[in-house]
């Protein structure tokens, strides 16, 4: 089904080479009318497309951004980046709401929880904004595609990678952050996958750290102090598996006792990975995610060059559905973590900073 996705993607990506775009929002009952006769693949000079993240100052985001803005300067479109500061489903609703009010053509939005975006995505619907998800979905809501690497294969892949490395005996546990759904799909992949392919490692712990790595310290000491045996421990992102690094190397004193593991990279996992501190990370493509999104919300906006053969345009309804887009990993170790520093990724794309990356694309 992925593959089958992905493919339709690469299809489409090749038949609109041969048709154009309009401006903002066609509606797909207007399709039959409103077919353009040019040949290029641009978009007009006022559509402005907005990222829309919690905790705007997690590494993961600036990588998306920057594929999310090449694939707007390649469309000739505008693409900005706003977030929150906090953790905050319902701060993260007011941002997107600001947006809203902006009168934007579309909004890339990485929902903490899906039920908190079920109704402001309406909302944006109601008013001819695209919406696309990524990396974490709102399955009930109306958006029209989900752009994220394989939540499951993750967990999956983290899990296999302790269970050889602890020769399928031992003692793991494991941090959640309630409601968001990619970290769930991650923990309960991992669990799964342990408890059906691994019956000698038990996960005696599942704590709750709201991407806090203080809470994940905490959480770790103190289930290495009930469970002296406790071997690996996984984080389903970066910023908690911190706390998990630097509770492991306390309880070895001074080296890493526990293998620690997580979804995503940032900084200072990178450095603790190439300090031998870390056992290693699971990374998603965040650039070709933000590339791939960017691609999903235009074609969402331009109904007008798609020809589908169904019934959905006379139904009035968007043409562009994509439940599900995989945007692919890589495993990082100690051998292959310069290529995931952020200040090695800016040099690499030409940029100064990360200022400078997540600066406004605005078309000229």
Same mark, same amino acid.
């Given at each position: 089904?992925?593959?089958?996705?992905?493919?339709?993607?690469?299809?489409?990506?090749?038949?609109?080479?041969?048709?154009?775009? +309009? &401006?903002? +929002?066609?509606?797909? &009952?207007?399709?039959?009318?409103? *077919?353009s006769e040019t040949t290029t693949l641009k978009g007009s000079s006022d559509e402005k497309y907005y990222m829309?993240?919690?905790?705007? /100052? #997690?590494?993961?985001? %600036?990588?998306?951004f920057q594929g999310m803005k090449d694939a707007a300067k390649a469309l !000739?479109?505008?693409?900005?980046?706003? /977030?929150?500061?906090?953790?905050?489903? &319902? *701060?993260?609703?007011? #941002? =997107?709401?600001?947006?809203?009010?902006?009168?934007?053509? !579309?909004?890339?939005?990485?929902?903490?929880?899906?039920?908190? %975006?079920?109704?402001p995505i309406q909302r944006a619907v109601d008013a001819d904004v695209k919406v696309v998800t990524f990396a974490a979905d709102s399955p009930d809501s109306a958006r029209t595609a989900?752009?994220?690497?394989?939540?499951?294969?993750? +967990?999956?892949?983290?899990?296999? $990678?302790?269970?050889?490395?602890?020769?399928g005996k031992g003692e793991v546990m494991i941090m959640r952050n309630p409601g968001q759904t990619n970290h769930e799909t991650r923990c309960d992949s991992f669990v799964t996958y342990m408890k059906e392919n691994y019956p000698d490692i038990n996960v005696v712990a599942e704590e709750i750290s709201g991407q806090d790595a203080d809470k994940t310290y905490q959480a770790?000491?103190?289930?290495a102090q009930a469970h002296p045996d406790l071997a690996a421990v996984f984080t389903p992102e970066a910023t908690s598996a911190v706390g998990a690094a630097q509770a492991g190397i306390e309880l070895g004193g001074g080296k890493q006792k526990l293998l620690v593991s997580c979804c995503d990279t940032s900084e200072q996992v990178l450095d603790l990975l190439k300090d031998d501190?870390? =056992?290693?990370?699971? @990374?998603?493509?965040?650039?070709?995610? !933000?590339?791939?999104?960017?691609?999903?919300? =235009? %074609?969402? @906006?331009?109904?007008?060059?798609?020809?589908?053969?169904?019934?959905?345009? $006379?139904? /009035?309804? $968007?043409?562009?559905?994509?439940?599900?887009?995989?945007? +692919?990993?890589s495993i990082v170790t100690k051998e292959? @973590?310069?290529?995931f520093y952020i200040k090695n990724y800016c040099k690499q794309v030409g940029v100064k900073d990360v200022d400078e990356m997540l600066s406004p694309y605005e078309v000229e």
């Open positions: 089904m992925k593959k089958r996705i992905c493919l339709m993607l690469t299809c489409v990506l090749l038949v609109v080479s041969l048709v154009g775009c +309009g &401006s903002k +929002g066609n509606s797909a &009952s207007d399709n039959s009318d409103k *077919k829309c993240v919690p905790i705007s /100052g #997690v590494e993961y985001w %600036f990588p998306v !000739g479109v505008n693409c900005y980046y706003m /977030g929150t500061p906090e953790y905050d489903a &319902s *701060k993260q609703v007011e #941002v =997107f709401d600001q947006i809203l009010a902006m009168n934007p053509t !579309g909004i890339l939005v990485h929902p903490i929880t899906a039920e908190s %975006f079920v109704d989900y752009v994220t690497s394989d939540n499951t294969k993750e +967990g999956n892949t983290a899990a296999e $990678n302790i269970a050889q490395a602890l020769g770790v000491m103190t289930v501190k870390f =056992f290693a990370a699971i @990374a998603p493509d965040q650039y070709l995610q !933000g590339y791939i999104a960017m691609l999903n919300l =235009f %074609f969402s @906006a331009h109904n007008e060059m798609l020809n589908p053969m169904n019934s959905r345009a $006379n139904d /009035g309804e $968007n043409l562009w559905q994509v439940p599900y887009c995989d945007n +692919g990993l292959n @973590a310069d290529s």
